[in-house]
């Protein structure tokens, strides 16, 4: 296990990225009820809501879902013209994302490397390295998309806050510490939330190691400039894909290992799951392992 850091000649840091932006949102813009609606009904198929078990375009509502509606934890009503999706953030915005373990692979700088200083973090798609490393992570494509809800404010996009996501490759290896990806660090990447409250990834299906449901890792930093080692970070959670999308992606060449992986591993005897099977954290997700899949989690804060 490597503590490589990217290359001081070659990266500049997020500061240096950061200046380079033509605008910059700051973190608490609030819309109105109607300006939410208008926001939130813009959402891409793929961050409309949390849950999902089906691998079509035929979007179901999540277990998350109806938890929340049942228990009456979202204080805010849609109105009568609301989209579904808004009608499921809503309902969903009463309970917050689940605190989790950002895991001994973070590459944040608070267990050896930290590709938060490196510039060229700051992207969408994130399949390959950048600066130093020149590898391309393989596999079926994925396009995830968070959507970032403020619960203390009724339930609006949290516009301008920071998310860093990051997963393993579909061998299970992660980049900045798996032998032979020390100088790697694909599979990594920041972005600033919209107006939507929306960052959106493109990615490849994680594959599945011994002991973890396949997942995502993510942090939620107050804004872009605290996207930082030392920033407030405001959540470190995980996204959890469906087994439906998994299943269909795993029969495919390259994810051999994540079949037996997945036969020993359930959400509720995962070690990061287990507590609640993942109801807040599991993934709506459409596509197939032939065109890519889509993935969407709303993140109440």
């Known amino acids: 296990m ?42 891409t198929p793929g961050g409309s809501g949390n849950g999902g078990s089906g691998s079509t375009a035929s979007t ?17 009503t849609a109105s009568p013209s609301a ?15 689940p605190a989790e373990t950002a895991g001994p692979f973070p590459g944040d700088g608070s267990n050896g490397p930290n590709v938060l200083a490196a510039s060229g973090v700051v992207r969408q798609d ?29 339930c609006v996009p949290l516009a301008g806050a920071a ?19 020390a100088s790697e660090n694909y599979l990594r990447g920041v972005q600033e939330a919209d107006a939507n409250g929306q960052v959106t990834f493109t990615s490849i299906f994680p594959g599945a190691y011994s002991g973890r449901w396949p997942h995502i890792h993510f942090e939620v930093f107050e804004s872009m400039s605290n996207a930082t080692a030392a920033g407030q970070v ?13 299943d269909d992606v795993y ?19 995962d070690n990061v799951f287990r507590d609640d099977g993942g109801i807040y954290q599991l993934a709506t997700m ?3 392992a032939a065109t890519g899949y889509t993935a969407g989690l709303n993140v109440t804060l």
């Open 286 to 288: 459409t596509g197939s």
């Open 126 to 154: 994130i399949t390959s390295s950048f600066g130093t490393g020149s590898a391309k992570a393989g596999g079926v494509p994925l396009t995830f998309t968070l959507t970032l809800l403020d619960n203390a404010n009724g």
């Open 83 to 97: 989209s579904p999706a808004l009608t499921r953030a809503i309902a969903e915005c009463g309970v917050e994302i």
């Open 163 to 181: 998310v860093y996501a990051w997963h393993c490759d579909r061998e299970g290896r992660y980049s900045l510490y798996d032998p032979g990806l």
């Open 251 to 269: 029969a495919t060449p390259g994810y051999e290992d994540s079949v037996a992986n997945m036969k020993r591993t359930t959400l509720q005897n």
């Open 2 to 43: 490597s503590n490589h850091v990217p290359h001081r000649d070659h990266d500049r840091g997020l500061e240096f990225d950061l200046s380079t932006l033509m605008s910059r949102r700051s973190l608490g813009v609030l819309f109105g009820a109607g300006g939410a609606a208008a926001a939130l009904a813009a959402c």
């Open 234 to 246: 405001l959540a470190v959670s995980q996204v959890a894909l469906t087994k439906a999308a998994c």
């Open 60 to 76: 179901s509502t999540s277990a998350a879902t109806e938890s929340a509606a049942s228990s009456g934890a979202a204080s805010t």
